[in-house]
Nanobody, 128 residues
Framework: QVQLQESGPGLVKPSQTLSLTCTVSGTSITSDYYYWAWIRQPPGKEMEWIGYIAHNGRTYYSPSLESRTSISRDTSKNQFTLQLSSVTPEDTAVYYC????????????????????WGQGMQVTVSS
C-alpha cells in the first residue's frame, strides 16, 4: 500500500526557509513513470501546484514560485524534500505531497485522481 507522510516545522518566521519532507512507503521514489509533487492550499484559496521531482531526479517548478523553490530527494531514505525560501505570510497554507502518474502541473491538482496518492497534508504558518 502506497503511503505518503509530510513532516517538518508547522511554524516558520518571515524571511526564513520552509523545509518539508515527504516520507514514502509501499513503493520506491525511483520507480519508473511516477512523479513526486508538492502542492499547497492557502486558506480560502484553491490548490496551487508548487513543483515535482520525477522518477529520474529531474525537477520542474511552477514559474510563479521557481525562484524560491527547490525539490530534492534522498533515495536511501525514500524521501523527497521541499524547500521554499524567503517566506512571507502569503506562504501560509496546508502543504501536500503526492505521487502522480504523469508530469502534471497547475489545474490538474484542483481535483484528486483515483490513480494518485496524496499525503494527509500539513499546516504551515508563516508568522513572527
Amino acid at each position: 500500500q502506497v503511503q505518503l507522510q509530510e513532516s517538518g516545522p508547522g511554524l516558520v518566521k518571515p524571511s526564513q526557509t520552509l523545509s518539508l519532507t515527504c516520507t514514502v512507503s509501499g513503493t520506491s521514489i525511483t520507480s519508473d513513470y511516477y512523479y513526486w509533487a508538492w502542492i499547497r492550499q492557502p486558506p480560502g484559496k484553491e490548490m496551487e501546484w508548487i513543483g515535482y521531482i520525477a522518477h529520474n531526479g529531474r525537477t520542474y517548478y511552477s514559474p510563479s514560485l521557481e525562484s524560491r523553490t527547490s525539490i530534492s530527494r534522498d533515495t536511501s531514505k525514500n524521501q523527497f524534500t521541499l524547500q521554499l525560501s524567503s517566506v512571507t505570510p502569503e506562504d501560509t497554507a496546508v502543504y501536500y505531497c503526492a505521487r502522480v502518474d504523469g508530469p502534471y502541473r497547475d489545474s490538474y491538482y484542483s481535483t484528486r485522481s483515483p490513480n494518485d496518492y496524496w499525503g494527509q497534508g500539513m499546516q504551515v504558518t508563516v508568522s513572527s
